[in-house]
C-alpha cells in the first residue's frame, strides 16, 4: 500500500508508511523507557521489567525501520 502521489507525481512519504511509523514508534517506546525507569528504579524487582520490555521494543521498531529503509533501495 503506497500513499498516493499529489499533482506533481511526488508521494507525501517517498519511502511509504511503514518508516515514519515505525520511526515514531522507536521514538515512543524509548521515551516510555525513560520515563518509568525512575519509579521502576524505587520499586521492586517485578517493576524493572517495564522499562526493560519498552526499551526491547523500541529496539525492535528502530531494527524493522531499517530494514524497511534497505528493502527500498
Not at 524505587?42 to 528493502?71: E, I, Q
Request: one cysteine or more; glycine letters at 8%.
Amino acid at each position: 500500500m503506497t500513499p498516493e502521489p499529489n499533482e506533481d507525481g511526488d508521494s507525501a512519504f517517498p519511502d511509504g508508511f511503514a518508516v515514519p511509523i515505525t520511526g515514531l514508534l522507536s521514538v515512543l517506546f524509548a521515551m516510555m523507557a525513560g520515563m518509568s525507569l525512575l519509579p521502576a528504579l524505587s520499586g521492586s524487582l517485578s517493576d524493572a521489567v517495564l522499562p526493560v520490555v519498552f526499551g526491547l521494543c523500541s529496539l525492535l521498531s528502530f531494527r524493522l525501520r531499517k530494514r524497511y529503509l534497505t528493502a527500498d533501495n
